[in-house]
């Protein structure tokens, strides 16, 4: 099916609006540059002067130049050696913002008695407080490790292996989101899978429907919904 643009920076594919809600059970959000404004380790990187590399790795992987994501991420986690827990607190209170329309379709989709659940391929430093502030029910991303030191804990430039794996890639949040509805026997045809990135591909080719946020060409090309323009709660407008 050809894209059709059903409002301005609203486009949708391979479906005929409007979908229920009520026929899904679980969304699953990116959180870099889809839940959030910033991608933090770009921010995180600011504090030592590296921003500019550690975005050009950020913004190759998110176009899909760089396939092996895990490698990009080590990369430029490796650069962050020496940023201070101080640090990424400022990145939070200064810098992090929550999108438009996140808690909005946040609200809407618990209230039709979804779950929701948040993977990313960034850091339980953000992440946890993140789903804490917009009241998600579910959340996996990595963690930095850190070394006590006179600065409060600076970053080693490694991150920390968890039980079920090293970091959350493209293929681990596809991973993650089945296994969260396979956990509450919901089937992935009832989940919508929300991201920006490349490495939000594999879960969004797993869910029933898939909606791209003000993403790179290569997701809105494959999703199903392509927010272009607007708030997070534009996914409203195609579900009733």
């Known amino acids: 099916m050809t894209p059709q643009e059903v409002s301005p920076g609203l486009v949708i594919q391979n479906f005929v609006p ?19 404004s910033i991608e933090c380790v770009d921010e995180i990187a600011d504090a030592v002067g590296r921003k500019a590399e550690v975005a050009a790795i950020t913004e190759a992987a998110m176009r899909g130049e760089i396939t092996d994501f895990k490698d990009s991420l080590r990369r430029r986690v490796a650069l962050l050696k020496g940023v201070t827990v101080a640090d990424m607190e400022r990145v939070y209170t200064e810098r992090l913002r ?27 430093y953000f992440a946890d407080r993140v789903k804490a502030r917009l009241g998600i029910d579910f959340a996996r991303s990595n963690i930095l490790e850190l070394e006590s030191g006179p600065n409060c804990g600076a970053l080693t430039g490694r991150l920390v292996d968890q039980c079920w794996g090293d970091i959350c890639d493209g293929a681990e949040k596809r991973r993650t989101m089945l296994e969260v509805a396979s956990l509450l026997g919901i089937a ?9 990135g490349a490495n939000d591909l594999p879960m969004m080719g797993a869910a029933g429907l898939s909606v791209a946020y003000h993403a790179k060409p290569k997701v809105r090309e494959q999703a199903m919904v392509a927010i272009n323009e607007g708030g997070l709660d534009r996914l409203l407008e195609v579900l009733v």
């Open 98 to 124: 929550i999108n438009p329309g996140a808690a909005e379709l946040i609200k809407a989709c618990q209230a039709a008695g979804m779950k929701v659940l948040l993977v990313s391929g960034g850091f339980t």
């Open 18 to 36: 409007p979908l229920r809600l009520s026929d899904f059970k679980l969304i699953a959000f990116d959180m870099d540059s889809t839940l959030i």
């Open 188 to 196: 992935p045809e009832q989940c919508i899978a929300m991201g920006d």
